[in-house]
């Protein structure tokens, strides 16, 4: 029997473990403070200056986002800004395509992790996974797991979801769960489209409370965020985070 065909099995039988998605989308938009708290504020474009990475930071620490998501060129800047926060610095790693050789993704995050990162979102090796090639799927992930967690850094997997079917997106779920991810993630959001609440669902079907699923891409509104945490998320990732926060906040007045 294929890796896909159990997954499949598994995740029709309910044989996964249970995660309760409404009384997290609810503790979560309980307040302000919670729902910052569970938001990757992400500054990903190339064109990201080092004054607005920096602003970045700032706003991940007034806020008390989860971390904040930045490309590999700002992380000892950002790591120096965020000490003694408690704000994590998440960092992309093969990004956006997720085409680098695996010794490639695993000495950038070895480097990344020396700069101060603590969050590695990864992109899969999208072409292998169509290519059959699910054994170097597995090790490409377990490569930066592996050094990942010798630091005491977490990983998500960047799946790009909107590059698969059906079936591709159940198998490479499958196979980052078993490599020891703690985070499946929807988007890089550079792609044909980002998050949607099906893909989320999908995912959190397969992972059940193994790990966490992150909801990424074109989530810009509170009603964004609601309905991917809704769906299944126990992170976001958002440039528009700040605002996301403060509309909650205006409900609460």
């Not at 004054?51 to 986002?65: G, I, N, P, T, W």
């Not at 490409?140 to 990983?155: L, N, T």
């Not at 078993?178 to 949607?196: C, H, N, P, R, W």
């Not at 299944?232 to 609460?252: C, D, F, K, P, Y």
């Amino acid at each position: 029997m294929s890796t896909s065909t159990l997954a499949s099995q598994q995740l029709e039988s309910g044989e996964f473990p249970s995660y309760d998605a409404e009384a997290f989308a609810r503790q979560a938009l309980s307040s302000p403070a919670a729902l910052a708290a569970v938001i990757d504020h992400t500054l990903l474009k190339p064109e990201a200056t080092r004054e607005q990475a920096l602003k970045l930071a700032r706003e991940a620490a007034e806020f008390r986002f989860a971390c904040a998501m930045v490309n590999p060129v700002w992380t000892g800047l950002v790591a120096a800004e965020l000490a003694g926060t408690g704000i994590p610095v998440g960092v992309v790693v093969g990004f956006p395509l997720g085409a680098n050789l695996t010794s490639t993704k695993r000495e950038e995050t070895s480097a990344l992790l020396r700069l101060g990162a603590k969050e590695i979102d990864m992109v899969l090796s999208i072409g292998l996974l169509k290519s059959g090639e699910t054994t170097r799927v597995a090790r490409d992930i377990e490569a930066v797991v592996e050094v990942s967690h010798d630091a005491g850094a977490i990983v998500k997997v960047i799946l790009e979801t909107c590059l698969l079917t059906t079936e591709e997106k159940i198998l490479a779920s499958e196979i980052a769960c078993a490599a020891g991810v703690d985070f499946l993630k929807t988007s890089t959001g550079f792609s044909t489209s980002g998050a949607t609440a099906q893909d989320v669902a999908l995912l959190r079907g397969v992972a059940g409370s193994r790990c966490g699923v992150k909801a990424s891409g074109g989530i810009r509104t509170l009603a964004d965020a609601r309905t991917m945490l809704e769906a299944g998320a126990n992170r976001i990732g958002a440039s528009a985070s700040v605002a996301i926060v403060q509309a909650l906040t205006s409900q609460a007045i």
